[in-house]
């Protein structure tokens, strides 16, 4: 019995089938060339499924090389295992079957046309003591690959998410520097490593700390894979883990209060800092954007790059309006607020700017006011739109009181704020206590 690379690969081609033949019934995929993608140094060949008349499925079958991977160009290649293609192709179609006896189809195999001139395989050629010997390349280390990645991000991303992708590079680079030293190319990176580093973040953090370096740090390998820089994405079978979402607390009126009366001592800065996330609704990195340009006191209007838009406008109620300096006279380029004045420049990562007016609250407002982690300057923002929510919806009906509030706080949908709105228990309902009796 004649194997199949053989009736595949022996050098004659016929060019003709039957029209009767194109019509039996197929048993088989329309076979298929592997081309490594363009990769020379690996295996190119066809392949294809037969159906097995035991179990009745496709099954795959043995690769078809023939001496195709001996030639040294794309070309070469594919013209040969076009030339097995096709002719496999041919085979199937009169009747060959991988689980029978193919004697007869072998000996009737015979040529209608003239044979496809592929090109000759490369001689054999002994290699000499004195040939130089060809020197891998050298395997792309993890660090040259991160960097690479990093600099397609800072085409396509925010500062902010550039500078968190920086930090989870980082924290990675110094888990290997001390847990796995060897570990140094992006081929010994495996999902155990990662894993484990993710494990490590999980231990010392939480879960949603740990699902956010995964997050980025799948980004970034992404990036590699997109580029052929590494096989695949090794965190993609990597699972997110539930976490619970962290919540910033409305502050009381009283404590509101005491905390705005403080600062108008100890901090005029920031207490404008946090009148324009009270007043405005603005969430703190969008107050951290705004500079003296895009304040309109004509139009009493401000202009800022918003979180659902790369540019939004809101109007500057009178109660925000009166408490402005003079900005006439200010340079419009400088931001709104530096760490020393109104109005001035500061060379920095907006991410820092917020960090840095975080730190300034934590020192003194939460320490002195022994506030716990879930009060923050967001929370003045949550504060606020609770507040006007509930004036509001004394003389309007719920829906009513939304719809006017939405275009107050800038929420892109009604879906979105009401989820808001529940999330930060705005919508509270009357004492039922006669409906309990």
């Known amino acids: 019995m004649f194997t199949f ?16 033949n194109l019509l039996i019934k197929k048993n088989f995929s329309t076979p298929k060339i592997y081309n490594a993608n363009g990769d020379l140094s690996k295996r190119w060949y066809v392949y294809f499924s037969f159906r097995n008349p035991e179990t009745g499925k496709l099954q795959r ?26 002719r496999l192709i041919i085979l199937l179609k009169q009747g060959y079957n991988p689980f029978e006896d193919n004697n007869d189809l072998y000996l009737s195999y015979k040529v209608e046309a003239k044979p496809v001139e592929l090109p000759a395989p490369p001689l054999k050629v002994e290699v000499k003591i004195d040939t130089p010997k060809v020197v891998e390349a050298p395997k792309l280390s993890i660090k040259d690959a991160f960097e690479f990645a990093l600099k397609i991000k800072k085409q396509l991303v925010k500062d902010k998410t550039l500078y968190d992708y920086q930090l989870k590079v980082k924290a990675l680079h110094t888990f290997l520097a001390d847990k796995h030293p060897t570990i140094t190319t992006v081929d010994q990176l495996n999902k155990k490593i990662i894993q484990e580093f993710l494990n490590g973040v999980l231990i010392r953090s939480s879960s949603r700390n740990r699902n956010n370096h995964r997050l980025d740090l799948s980004s970034l390998m992404q990036t590699l894979e997109d580029n052929d820089m590494m096989p695949h994405n090794i965190i993609k079978n990597i699972p997110v883990l539930k976490s619970i979402p962290e919540r910033n607390k409305t502050y009381t009126k009283k404590d509101q209060e005491a905390i705005f009366k403080h600062l108008e001592t100890v901090d005029p800065v920031l207490l404008l800092f946090i009148k324009f996330i009270s007043y405005n609704f603005l969430r703190p990195v969008e107050v951290c954007r705004i500079k003296i340009k895009d304040i309109d006191l004509a139009n009493k209007t401000i202009q ?10 809101k109007i500057i109620p009178e109660i925000l309006l009166s408490e402005l300096p003079d900005l006439s006279q200010m340079d419009g380029e400088h931001y709104l607020f530096t760490p020393e004045c109104i109005g001035g420049e500061w060379d ?8 840095y007016f975080s730190k300034r609250f934590l020192k003194l407002v939460k320490t002195p006011f022994n506030l716990g982690k879930d009060y923050t300057l967001y929370s003045f923002r949550h504060t606020f739109i609770t507040k006007l929510y509930r004036a509001i919806s004394k003389d309007s009906s719920p829906f009513a009181a939304k719809s006017a509030l939405m275009q107050i706080t800038g929420h892109a949908s009604m879906d979105a704020l009401q989820k808001y709105l529940r999330d930060i228990d705005a919508e509270l309902p009357e004492d039922y206590s006669a409906m309990l009796k």
């Open 5 to 20: 690379n053989e009736l595949i690969t022996f050098e004659h081609e016929i060019e003709h089938v039957s029209e009767h």
């Open 61 to 86: 079958m043995k690769n078809i090389y023939g001496k195709v991977n001996l030639y040294k160009t794309k070309e070469d290649r594919l013209l040969v295992l076009s030339s097995f293609r096709k």
């Open 304 to 313: 800022f790059k918003a979180k659902n838009s790369p540019l939004k406008t």
């Open 348 to 355: 920095t990562l907006e991410n820092n700017r917020r960090d």
